[in-house]
């Protein structure tokens, strides 16, 4: 009895993106009632979730913080030079959970967006991090970087407006 | 900056590119189900390790740059995935999305060299 061979082949379609649907990415050769759909109701929306990872970053960022101050005002030894000694101050463990809950966020957008605008959207944490480190932390905001934000944030509306052209025309 | 800093920051945005690229590949294939989404773990995985060995890389350069001149690399990163997301993904931006993603890129910069 002979055996069966098959030639291996990728089962990647080349030319499919299946997640024009939500995006100003255009593509046409999937048909649209192919493209996949996120389940009903705001909290599922991948845009609201990528939102989400974008503050659970932003606060991961501070709780780091606040947690690596913490731990430095408690201890001088050689261990707080490795980052081990931050492990002992809860602020640092919820730092580390709001970063693996921001990386959930981040897969299942990446579900339903494509890859450049998602990344693209995600700069809000450039906005979030210095105004959450003004409002709780204190730090000073220049000019410079007030500048930085508003661009940021004009850069995102701009990406918001081209995504909402897409699906106007689906 | 050294040859070596600059090779290690080059090679830290090519596995960050990389990495996404794969995160996204493992959850367009987990999307897509049947048998595409075969070996969708494997994948992720793959991106999760691409990511890890930017981050180290990245932080590793750190004590060996200025961080001046370390930052603008942060601020390109989105048009590098852009980029990539084109050349291996076939994603394509309309002029709209790369102002804004321009525009991103612009504000990273201040924001970090502030």
Wanted: with cysteine.
């Amino acid at each position: 009895m002979g055996i069966n061979k098959t030639k291996r082949r990728s089962v990647l379609p080349r030319k499919v993106d299946a997640f024009a649907y939500y995006s100003p990415f255009m593509h046409d050769k999937l048909p649209a009632a192919a493209l996949p759909k996120p389940a009903p109701g705001l909290f599922w929306n991948p845009y609201v979730q990528i939102f989400f990872t974008v503050l659970l970053t932003a606060a991961a960022q501070i709780l780091l913080k606040v947690g690596a101050d913490h731990s430095a005002s408690n201890n001088n030894s050689a261990w707080s030079w490795m980052g081990l000694t931050e492990l002992a101050s809860w602020w640092t463990w919820a730092g580390i959970f709001a970063f693996v809950a921001s990386f959930g966020g981040w897969l299942y957008a990446l579900r339903f967006l494509p890859l450049g605008l998602a990344f693209a959207l995600t700069n809000g944490v450039h906005i979030f991090v210095p105004i959450g480190s003004w409002y709780f932390l204190g730090d000073h905001i220049g000019w410079l970087r007030a500048s930085g934000i508003l661009i940021i944030i004009s850069g995102i509306l701009l990406l918001a407006q081209s995504v909402a052209k897409v699906e106007e025309k689906v | 900056m050294s040859l070596i800093a600059w090779t290690l920051i080059i090679i830290s945005q090519i596995a960050l590119v990389a990495g996404q690229i794969f995160l996204k590949r493992a959850m367009s294939r987990r999307e897509h189900g049947g048998e595409i989404a075969r070996g969708w773990i494997t994948t992720l995985v793959i991106g999760i390790a691409t990511m890890t060995v930017w981050f180290l890389l990245w932080l590793g350069v750190m004590p060996h740059v200025e961080l001046s001149k370390q930052m603008p690399f942060e601020g390109i990163s989105p048009i590098l995935i852009v980029l990539g997301a084109a050349v291996f993904l076939h994603e394509r931006l309309n002029w709209q999305g790369w102002a804004g993603v321009g525009l991103t890129c612009v504000g990273v910069l201040l924001v970090s060299a502030s």
